[in-house]
């Protein structure tokens, strides 16, 4: 599994406390040091089976700063690929990547369900 992260984020840091505890083995990446390209954005998205939105930090300073509320519906969905791919403190924390689930933000049942999925 892949665990991307933004090592400040409190609730990354309980996420992967979490996935440490059921001994769980995934890789780290750094949100804004190896921000997520458009293409895998769009792979995770389309695997998800999430609406695009699900993918954006909505209570993020950044997306704040852009009023994406407002411009996000008038964008296409490759412009806002593109958006995300341009900046990972625009992309929600933590993401959980697998071959069978991709997972945003943190919320503990939904996790344990998709690791139990993977047993």
Not at 7 to 35: G, M, S, Y
Not at 94 to 119: C, I, M, N, Q
Request: charge should be neutral.
């Amino acid at each position: 599994m892949l665990f991307i992260e933004y090592p400040k984020c409190t609730t990354c840091q309980k996420a992967k406390k979490w996935l440490r505890e059921r001994n769980a083995e995934f890789e780290e990446r750094h949100i804004v040091e190896d921000t997520p390209s458009a293409e895998e954005l769009r792979e995770w998205a389309g695997r998800s089976r999430l609406p695009l939105k699900r993918f954006f930090n909505t209570s993020g300073m950044k997306y704040k700063e852009l009023k994406l509320k407002e411009k996000l519906p008038e964008m296409s969905v490759e412009e806002q690929l593109v958006l995300l791919a341009s900046d990972g403190m625009l992309i929600k924390r933590p993401l959980l990547v697998s071959e069978s689930f991709v997972l945003t933000g943190f919320k503990e049942k939904e996790w344990e369900e998709a690791l139990e999925s993977l047993k």
